[in-house]
């Protein structure tokens, strides 16, 4: 994909791989106040101008690890099984594998869908890559339940908030001391529940329009 990172020839390939490996290490043990310059020049064994040389600087290295975040979101729901009719079964196989991902790596997760890095703004193609390998992909398992009539994308974006919010609210709440008295537990089966409850009565209440 054509970015402001620019395209590699065979050569750099494997030089820019290690730097992308070493970022996504970075960022998954540090968070994302680790993505500067050096210290990415520091995780992958080489020096700033290595870092500038292959990426033109920090955004260049951001927008080839939002892109590689995003194509391991994509490889990890392309193991989810294809639609088979029956849209709850559909979305909550999807939702399951979708949430999986972000409990993996919250600072993953908060990278690729919260404005973590101030002044970061994601390529516009890089964009469109991350609507195709998300949000896309849910919402032709939600289509099918979207009423005669209706606006389809809307019955997607509805169940893709509904996924989507109550994955980034447990992931806060899991990150800090809960409140006196709060009623979700910090066990997994807890958040859980709560997670299938929302996005099964969201169907419920397309299909009944």
Known sequence: MATRHGQSGPAEANSRERFLQAALKVLVEQGVAGLTVRGLAEAAGTTTIGVYTRFGGRT?????????????????????????????????????????????????????????????????????????????LLAKRVHPAAPPGSDPDIAGYLVWTTMHGLVSLELTHRARTPPPGWFLSTADDSYFQVYRQGLCTVLAGLTAR
């Open 60 to 136: 260049g290295v951001l927008d080839a690890l939002y892109e590689r975040t995003f194509e391991m979101l994509e490889k990890e729901l392309a193991q989810v099984p294809q639609p088979a009719g029956d849209v709850l079964a559909d979305v909550l196989a999807f939702a399951c594998a979708y949430r999986g991902f972000a409990l993996e790596s919250p600072a993953r997760y908060a990278f690729m869908f919260e404005r973590v890095v101030p002044g970061y703004d994601p390529d516009p193609d890089l964009r469109v890559l991350a609507q195709r390998c998300s949000y896309d």
